[in-house]
Each structure stands twice: as structure tokens, then as C-alpha cells.
């Protein structure tokens, strides 16, 4: 049976012309229901209104043909009703709707949630954990909606109002363990509402009277690649998609200023991050006067301090400064060759992989970037995967095959470990860091394909395994013994066993690979050619902090292809 809540602030019955129309015109959430992987009902939460029951939605779910959108309009309930999904960890998330309201803000709202029941009850988030601590859940989703509004979203702000009932909430209250948040609330219920005024932040994403032993900050720089190049090697299209995860354990309310540059300047930053998005802690107005600087008062703990997107592409209109061809410059180099063999059954796929010239670290602050990608302190040299020698790892080439290839029967890589999945019709190899040498290591693979077992070559349905013809009619009335073979009748055999290698041919080109993508990593590299200048705290607007107090601080690279480079052939 479902467990049925109802969220403590009831929609009210307001008359013509008070503020329900406005309500109507917004948006609200009218429910959430929460299914498990047996697609039972396990929690429903009724925020407002009469919304459809979690048995009657399901059905109207399930019958859309998979893969069904996040987003699903139902015209025939009454009224018609807007459906969001999400699927998370084999449990089914549903919201409904009635009124219009923003797409991307309930979806955000349903991913808001479950990192709210993965940060209270644990991960993976299980439905045994939802139905043992209802009373838990219960007050998470009242808390981050309030009669269909979404109100409260920000995990250290619902540790301050979200209590843990019983006896063993009160054990375990104090005591910050796995998958189990600390709850410094009184649980006295005479004092409680006293000290949840008092303790309640001013800023929704920092908990109050944060203490470290160490102070520090981090900040990792992550670009995943999204390219695809032509046969001829010529970039069709080619993004970066980054994000700046900020990792700050610092007593007190910090005052942070993080500063980016690019490989031209900083003048020029707003031309190469494209589309910004930031934490609501970031002050959105120093960044429109000064492109670069983000300042902020950061959450306690790890956080997505911004997110954005490179174009590097040459030709973008000039908005990428001094980018040009020269500059997008991948570490490795990749060219396939089909049709190769006498019966055209054979391809090649050659891989280039270039080092990456290191470049000194940004070091700042007296202990910017040590112990995260500075030197080694062996005679100066820099650390393997910093930025003054970016490592290369994981690298692996995925190359589809057509569903019409049955097996390869030959695969012959220069180097590394090569393996074919009939199953998936994919092609996988691998090769090893411990495989590079030098400024540029070359590698080979060549693969034969075989085609299906059904066919009109000589291993087809016409022939038996004797090598006699099924569908060729024999006359017994010749003689046994007959004059040799005139030249035309030789001239005719060759024309035919040309012809039928032109068949041959002509199926094998079909087997062909059409696209190969590549995976790796590089750490102490990323390809928009961005780095963190410098990390600082103003200690004129941070409070708590303490005299003297030099917080350590440091910086990582890192470049993702997860198979995010594809060339075509």
C-alpha cells in the first residue's frame, strides 16, 4: 500500500478576484508520486488541489511508447493534466500538473529532490529506505514545496528545519555518519522553535556556525569534448562542456573571488564561455562588470560552482579571440580505411596519439595548485597529470559494425588489447598509457569482416558444403568425356569469376565500419585553454574566520571523451 501525505500548508479557497488566479497563471505542483521498480506505489504527496490518484497516473504513463519523453500531456483526464518523469536508481518519480508552469523548473525540482533523499536517508536511494523513513521524506517534500510552490531546494538549509522523529534520531542527531546527515536540532519540543529561529541562516545554501579543523578550498575544472570530424580529418563540429566543482571546507562565512583567464586574456573570457550558468551564490552583478571574477560566499562542502560551453571551432565569428585552426589541437589523430584486401573485406584504423606540452602552473596565494597538480618537489619537476605535463590515460576506440556482420575473423592490433562483441557489433580497443613513447606514438589495428552466413557468393544458400550447386539442373544424355575447352568457353569462365568478385566485393563494402569514436582522459589539460588565475578570500567581508589564517588552496584539470570525439569515413 502507498504511503499517502499531504503537505501541511493546504492550498486555500480564495474568492473571485483574490490571488488565485495568479497562482493558476504561475504554476503550481499539485503532486508527486513515487513508484518502485515493480512500478508499486511506495509515497504520494499531495500538495494542492484534486490531482489523479498514483494508480490511475500509472497506466496513463506506462501506455506511451517507450522511450517516453520527461515531459508527457495527457488531454483526456479532467482536467488535462501536464506529467514530468524521472527515473532514478530503479524508482519512478511523477509530477503532475494542471495549470502551465516552467518545463525545465520541475524537472530541476524532481532532481532537487532526490539529492535531498540521498543526502537524509543515503545512497543508493532504495525503496526500503523511503517506506522505513516516511516521517523523514514526509517533511523533505513539505519543505522544498509549499502548496505547489518550491520553496525551500537547498540541502544545508533543509538540515536546519528537518527533524529526525524517535528515539534513535536523537542517538544518531549529533553523529555524522555514512549516509546518515548531521542534525544539530534540539529535539526537546519546548525549546525547538526557539533555536530553529535563531539557527536558521541568512543564506540558504551555508549552514550556520560552520567549524574546520583545515582550511580549505578546491577547485576542479572539468571539460567533457563533443567533436566530430569528417573522413578528411576537417572539424564539423566541436564543444567543450565544462563545469567548476568548488570544494570549500573553511570555518565561518568566507568572502571567495575566484579569477579565470583564457589563452588571450581575460578581456576576452565572455567571447570563449558561452552560455554561463552559476550557483545561486555567485553575485551575478561583479560578474557582468569584471567577465572572470566570481565572487561568492560558498556552501559548506562541494558544490557546482558554474557550468558553461566552448565553441572551438575557428570560425565562430571572432568570438573566440586568437583561436584558430592551429589551436584546436586534440591529443590524438585518428584515419580508418575500409575496403582494403583483394576481396575488399579488410579495414584499417590508424591512431595518432600526440604529447601535450605542459605549461607552468598558475600558482597564486603562496600554496595555489600544491598537492593538486603542482610540482613534485624531485629538482622541480612537474607532476604527472598537472598542468606542466598533462597525462593522457584510458584511452579506447570504439568502431560499430553493421548488424550485418556475423564475426571478424582476423584482428590484429599493433599495440594494446582488441575485442569484438557479436552481440553489440562493436568493435573495443584498448590501449595502455605504458604504450606511449615519445612526442608521438603510432598505432595500427586491422580487422576482416565475415558477412552473414546467407549470401550469393560461393559460401552462400546455392552451394552445399561438397561444393555441388542446388539450383543447377544436370542432363545425364551427354557423354561422360568431351573435347577440351574452347578459348571462348575460357574467357567466359574468367568474366564470370570476375563478376563474381565485383559481387563480392560490392557486400563486403556494405560490412564496413562508417564511424569510429574515442575515449580518454587527460588530467592537467583542458581543451578551451581556461585556468583559474587565482583564488582569494577578502578578509574584510568574511566573518569567522580568524586572524592569520591562510586557507590551503588548489586547482585540478581534467578532460573527458567519453567517446565524445567521432570521425566519419
Request: charged share 20%.
Amino acid at each position: 500500500m502507498a504511503l499517502q501525505s499531504v503537505g501541511c500548508h493546504a492550498s486555500p479557497n480564495h474568492k473571485l478576484g483574490d490571488a488565485a488566479p495568479v497562482i493558476t497563471m504561475n504554476g503550481v505542483i499539485e503532486a508527486l508520486h513515487i513508484y518502485d521498480d515493480n512500478k508499486s506505489p511506495i509515497l504520494s504527496h499531495t500538495y494542492t488541489g484534486r490531482p489523479l490518484s498514483a494508480a490511475h497516473l500509472l497506466p496513463l504513463y506506462l501506455e506511451q511508447p517507450a522511450p517516453r519523453p520527461n515531459l508527457i500531456y495527457l488531454p483526456n483526464t479532467n482536467p488535462p493534466t501536464l506529467l514530468f518523469s524521472l527515473s532514478h536508481a530503479d524508482l519512478l518519480f511523477l509530477v503532475t500538473t494542471s495549470s502551465e508552469i516552467e518545463s525545465l523548473l520541475v524537472l530541476e525540482f524532481l532532481h532537487r529532490i532526490v539529492d535531498a533523499l540521498e543526502d537524509f536517508l543515503g545512497a543508493p536511494l532504495l525503496a526500503v529506505k523511503l517506506e522505513s523513513n516516511y516521517d523523514v521524506a514526509a517533511q523533505l517534500l513539505t519543505e522544498m514545496c509549499d502548496a505547489g510552490t518550491i520553496s525551500t531546494t537547498e540541502p544545508n538549509a533543509l538540515r536546519e528545519v528537518v527533524e529526525v522523529e524517535g528515539w534513535m534520531g536523537k542517538l544518531l542527531g549529533s553523529i555524522n555518519l555514512p549516509g546518515k546527515p548531521s542534525m544539530n536540532t534540539n529535539f526537546s519540543n519546548s525549546s525547538a522553535p526557539s533555536l530553529m529561529s535563531s539557527n536558521t541562516p541568512a543564506l540558504p545554501w551555508r549552514r550556520a556556525n560552520v567549524r574546520h579543523t583545515s582550511n580549505e578550498l578546491y577547485a576542479d575544472v572539468v571539460e567533457t569534448l563533443s567533436v566530430t570530424l569528417a573522413p578528411s580529418g576537417r572539424p564539423l563540429a566541436a564543444f567543450a562542456n565544462g563545469s567548476i566543482a568548488f570544494t570549500a571546507k573553511i570555518s565561518g562565512v568566507p568572502d571567495v573571488t575566484l579569477t579565470l583567464t583564457s589563452p588571450s586574456g581575460k578581456h576576452n573570457i565572455e567571447g570563449i564561455m558561452e552560455l554561463p550558468v552559476f550557483h545561486p551564490c555567485v553575485r551575478l552583478n561583479r560578474w557582468k562588470e569584471k567577465p572572470g571574477e566570481l565572487s561568492f560566499i560558498p556552501p559548506d562542502g562541494r558544490f557546482i560552482l558554474a557550468g558553461y560551453e566552448v565553441d572551438l571551432l575557428p570560425f565562430t565569428s571572432g568570438k573566440s579571440g586568437s583561436l584558430n585552426a592551429n589551436n584546436l589541437k586534440l591529443p590524438i589523430h585518428l584515419e580508418i580505411k575500409t575496403g582494403l584486401g583483394p576481396a575488399g573485406s579488410e579495414f584499417e584504423v590508424r591512431l595518432q596519439v600526440s604529447k601535450i606540452m605542459g605549461v607552468p602552473s598558475a600558482a597564486s596565494g603562496g600554496q595555489m595548485g600544491l598537492g593538486r597538480g603542482g610540482s613534485s618537489g624531485r629538482l622541480g619537476a612537474p607532476h604527472p597529470g598537472s598542468p606542466g605535463a598533462p597525462l593522457l590515460n584510458d584511452l579506447s576506440v570504439s568502431i560499430p559494425l553493421p548488424p550485418e556482420v556475423r564475426n571478424l575473423s582476423d584482428i590484429r592490433p599493433s599495440r594494446g588489447d582488441a575485442s569484438f562483441n557479436p552481440g553489440d557489433k562493436v568493435l573495443e580497443w584498448h590501449i595502455s598509457s605504458k604504450e606511449f613513447s615519445g612526442p608521438t606514438s603510432y598505432f595500427g589495428l586491422r580487422g576482416t569482416v565475415v558477412g552473414p552466413l546467407t549470401g550469393g557468393d560461393d559460401e552462400g544458400a546455392d552451394f552445399d558444403s561438397n561444393g555441388f550447386s542446388f539450383n543447377t539442373e544436370h542432363a545425364y544424355d551427354e557423354p561422360y568425356q568431351s573435347a577440351p575447352a574452347a578459348k571462348g568457353s575460357q574467357e567466359k569462365k574468367d568474366d564470370g569469376g570476375s563478376e563474381q568478385e565485383t559481387r563480392r566485393t560490392a557486400q563486403n563494402k556494405i560490412l564496413m565500419p562508417t564511424s569510429a569514436s574515442v575515449s580518454f582522459t587527460v588530467k592537467g589539460w583542458l581543451a578551451s585553454g581556461l585556468k583559474v588565475e587565482s583564488i582569494m578570500i577578502d578578509t574584510r567581508k568574511s566573518k569567522g574566520l580568524g586572524e592569520g589564517v591562510k586557507p590551503y588552496k588548489g586547482v585540478k584539470y581534467l578532460t573527458v571523451s567519453k567517446g565524445g570525439i567521432e570521425i566519419r569515413c
